[in-house]
């Protein structure tokens, strides 16, 4: 059975950190890349960071370019998403998803909530004083 497990969220304070972390199992993790997406309230979903865990590639939407960073720990099939200098419109539920590692070459879709196959069920984060 795949799944994607999120954990890490919370209320936290403006300009503080948090780090989530997606713990993968059912499929074979270094075949696939990973994304982590958010949703507020009202709004679309938004990717904001992917990383292939074969090679380490990372992405970033240019809304958290400079705050987030991706990685992976392929030995425990997690990634993690550590955000800097959280703000109140970092406020949303953030989810992990999974894709085929074939989405790399077609670069322009890796946001596109439709190419991934497999979600997890998403962890909280509100940065609220």
């Known amino acids: 059975e795949v799944q994607l497990v999120e954990s890490g969220g919370g209320l936290v304070q403006p300009g503080g950190s948090l780090r989530l972390s997606c713990q993968a199992s059912g499929f074979s993790f270094e075949d696939y890349v990973t994304s982590w997406f958010r949703q507020a309230p009202a709004t679309e979903r938004e990717g904001v960071s992917n990383i292939s865990p074969r090679d380490g590639s990372t992405m970033y939407a240019g809304s958290v370019k400079g705050r987030f960073v991706i990685s992976s720990d392929n030995a425990k099939n997690t990634v993690y998403l550590q955000i800097y200098s959280l703000k109140p419109e970092d406020t949303a539920v953030y989810y992990c998803?999974?894709?085929?590692?074939?989405?790399?070459?077609?670069?322009?879709?890796?946001?596109?909530?439709?190419?991934?196959?497999?979600w997890g069920q998403g962890t909280q984060v509100t940065v609220s004083s």
């Open positions: 998803a999974a894709a085929p590692r074939s989405l790399l070459f077609r670069r322009w879709e890796i946001w596109n909530v439709d190419e991934y196959a497999y």
